[in-house]
């Protein structure tokens, strides 16, 4: 008989009792290596709950990473604060007093 697959970048999801920092480290790769490549986004352990604040580049990006954190850390609250800059250009003109 063989032994179950695991689906590749969920293996430490569903380990039971999975020590929360490897999760978290595992987590930071994951978006590191990924296609958004994001390194600006923090990510700690604060009393049982995970939490992940800095400033993203998009709505879509905060998006995939919230969507790729809870692949991650499925069982774990996660607390999102993550800002998504503000990259319009201006509608007037700065007055200079």
């Known amino acids: 008989m063989s032994e179950p697959t695991e689906e ?21 790769d994951r978006l590191a290596a990924d296609d958004l490549g ?6 700690d352990v604060r009393a049982g709950a995970v939490a992940l604040t800095g400033t993203v580049p998009s709505a879509h990006c905060r998006d995939e990473v919230l969507r790729i954190t809870h692949e991650e850390l499925a069982g774990l609250p ?5 800002v998504v800059a503000d990259a319009t250009a201006p509608d007037h003109t700065e007055e200079l007093a």
């Open 38 to 43: 994001e390194l600006g986004v923090r990510i």
């Open 8 to 28: 590749p970048g969920r293996a430490t999801a569903d380990v039971p009792g999975q020590n929360a920092e490897y999760r978290v480290a595992h987590l930071r």
């Open 78 to 82: 996660v607390h999102c604060d993550l």
